[in-house]
């Protein structure tokens, strides 16, 4: 069932938590609703499911209008952050709970009602746990019965509030991945938000970028990654090394630092955003950019070398950040303290007022001319 | 170990003259009144207190002050619950304020309370003349003496559920709604189980309170023997007769529903301490 949501506001006394957020959640898929704390994706969430009320605007349901059908008859499955599994209730009886609620007509039998659970239990891999309280489950044991508890009465849509906050970072993982599988399995529509950046791009099929009540952007995680709209996503997602400069002639200056930009642009301040993996390092400046850093630390942890750089006769408000293949590392062998160049291989320029970045490409500038800038 | 506790550079002598000092000021104050209320009750023997007790009036007033904390209890426990949901689970304006008034009956001399009541629904007050022209009377008889008491009692309940419900949070029931479930299913299902204890505790506290109240209900009673007379107010009338045996073999039955009410209190507050289960481990592999 898609989700159309439609100029939604709200306010919270003075704080304008969502103001005119118009959103297209399709039918089946996986969506992040991505953003800082503040930036309104949970009070957006707790409309969809009707544990809010919004100030103004619609909330569809697969076409139909739902913004005045109460949360009890909305028919969606819900995941708290805090789990709010049913304290006094043991695992069976908590996962009962959304059947036993059905209206008589439509509520299965005792036995059925039994059997539907020892059915999920299976599903989340913890049958043995049935006669269990919640008190005596691990974390990621809560979030799997919050999650069964949700799934029993067969919603259409799955809404998950920071589903994995409370986790630690390897179970995390294991429930990232299993929810996606499960999600794969049944495809009912679901969103999910939260903060953390990797978790929106490694889960969802599309992800809604928040800030300050209003959506950034919207875009598959690959799209987003490679093609930020404005400085907030891009700062948002992973790190990024930023020149800010003023654009004089065909070059971006600021102190010793300078980069090459093709065709004429005018005198104006401007900034280049530049992901870790679009620079690389040299020993001696680069004919279309001289961007002197200094090492600060080496990171070999990971599939990559990561390398953090100081700037050098010039400045940036955040160090530099460096990916380097471990093959690459051994032969180059560059190590903390010395003086080396970044050399752009790709670059996002943005300049005055304009949201929109413009992408430099300095590798098919000798290849070609037909590189848009 | 006897030392366990013990932090170091702390002089024995301080820590003996201390506990010293409260188990000697609890004595005097606390225990050997308990004491004395039943050795004065008892010192003309068994059979002179079964006879106060069983006697026409002081009977009447154990009756009438059972009746008067039997609804009493259930009214405030209503009362203190709805005031504690709808304060922890809703937002509104001078919700603080609520919060603050329902102390007044704490601060406020029970006296005083009784006067004011007496004030507004006497046969003179506001709304007792306009009573009293359908022959309504509230003062003077059980009808006043279970406002009084409701007035004094009523923030017990409520006192004890706030913070619980408060801490607890309203996720729980939240969750209960988005799965479908009924208004009343999650109260009984939910809310209720989460907040037994502090609830049970409120009630001892309300009954306790109920049964010895003293000051706002002789406002509004008019100790009338046989009538309008609690015990509490029974025991002052037996001791201004002189009949200073029968005013504690009545104190010593209020001394008594005192203590049990500590029991009680002393179970549930253990219950509350209790983490909420603890089943035997049930693997099944």
């Not at chain 1, 303290?337 to 098919?364: A, R």
């Not at chain 2, 922890?88 to 304020?97: A, M, Q």
Request: charged letters at 20%; glycine letters at 8%; a neutral charge.
């Amino acid at each position: 069932m898609s989700i159309t949501i439609d100029r939604i506001s709200k306010t919270f006394g003075r704080f304008q938590a969502l103001r005119d957020v118009a959103l297209e959640i399709p039918e089946g898929k996986l969506t992040a609703l991505l953003g800082p704390s503040g930036s309104g994706k949970t009070t957006l969430l707790r409309i969809i499911a009707g544990l809010e009320s919004s100030d103004s605007g619609r909330i569809l349901f697969g076409g139909e209008d739902v913004s005045s059908l109460h949360v009890r008859n909305r028919n969606i499955g819900f995941v708290f952050q805090h789990y709010a599994l049913f304290r006094h209730l043991t695992v069976a009886e908590n996962i009962a709970f959304g059947l036993e609620s059905l209206p008589r007509r439509q509520r299965p039998s005792k036995p059925e009602i039994r059997q539907r659970v020892a059915k999920l239990l299976e599903m989340i891999q913890l049958p043995q746990l049935a006669d269990r309280y919640p008190a005596q489950l691990s974390g990621g044991q809560k979030q799997r019965v919050a999650l069964a508890r949700a799934l029993a009465t067969q919603p259409r849509i799955l809404l998950l509030d920071e589903p994995f906050g409370a986790l630690d970072a390897k179970v995390r993982k294991d429930l990232r991945r299993w929810l996606r599988a499960l999600h794969d399995e049944f495809h009912f529509t679901s969103i999910f938000v939260t903060h953390d950046q990797e978790e929106a791009l490694e889960l969802s099929d599309q992800v809604v970028v928040m800030s300050q009540g209003q959506v950034e952007q919207v875009n598959t995680p690959t799209e987003l990654y490679a093609k930020p709209e404005s400085r907030f996503v891009f700062d948002f997602l992973g790190h990024v090394n930023v020149l800010s400069g003023v654009v004089r002639g065909q070059k971006l200056v600021q102190g010793d630092a300078w980069v090459s930009l093709p065709g004429n642009r005018s005198e104006q301040e401007a900034q280049l955003y530049l992901r870790p993996h679009e620079v690389h390092l040299a020993r001696a400046p680069d004919a279309h950019a001289r961007l002197p850093l200094r090492i600060d630390a080496v990171s070999l942890i990971g599939s990559e070398v990561r390398i953090e750089l100081v700037p050098e006769g010039w400045q940036s408000n955040e160090i530099w950040e460096v990916g380097m293949s471990h093959n690459e590392f051994a032969r180059q062998n560059p190590s903390r303290g010395e003086l080396w160049y970044g050399v752009p291989d790709i670059g996002h320029l943005f300049s005055g007022d304009n949201g929109q970045p413009k992408t430099v490409d300095w590798h098919c500038r000798d290849v070609a001319k037909a590189c848009n800038i | 170990m006897a030392n366990a506790h013990r932090r170091v550079g702390d002089q024995p002598w301080v820590r003996r003259s201390l506990i010293g000092t409260a188990l000697l000021l609890a004595m005097f104050m606390l225990v050997i009144p308990v004491v004395v209320i039943f050795a004065q009750a008892l010192s003309a023997g068994w059979s002179t207190f079964a006879d106060n007790v069983t006697d026409q009036y002081t009977l009447h007033a154990i009756g009438l002050t059972l009746f008067v904390a039997a609804l009493t209890v259930p009214l405030n426990l209503v009362f203190g619950t709805a005031l504690a949901w709808s304060v922890t689970r809703f937002h509104f304006p001078g919700r603080k304020l609520l919060i603050t008034l329902i102390d007044i009956p704490f601060a406020v001399s029970p006296v005083i309370a009784g006067l004011l009541y007496l004030l507004l629904y006497g046969r003179n007050g506001w709304l007792g003349g306009w009573l009293a022209n359908y022959d309504v009377q509230l003062m003077f008889s059980w009808p006043g003496i279970v406002m009084v008491t409701v007035f004094v009692t009523c923030p017990f309940v409520a006192r004890e559920l706030i913070p619980l419900m408060q801490q607890q949070g309203s996720e729980e029931e939240e969750a209960g709604v988005v799965l479908g479930a009924s208004g009343w299913r999650i109260f009984r299902k939910i809310t209720l189980p989460n907040i037994k204890w502090a609830l049970i505790y409120g009630v001892v506290l309300t009954n306790a309170r109920a049964v010895g109240e003293f000051g706002a209900v002789s406002v509004v009673s008019g100790n009338v023997r046989g009538e309008t007379n609690t015990l509490p107010l029974h025991v002052e009338l037996l001791y201004q007769d002189y009949n200073v045996v029968g005013a504690f073999a009545s104190a010593s039955l209020l001394a008594a529903i005192a203590m049990l009410t500590l029991v009680v209190k002393a179970f549930v507050e253990w219950r509350q301490s209790r983490p909420i289960v603890s089943t035997p481990e049930k693997e099944v592999s």
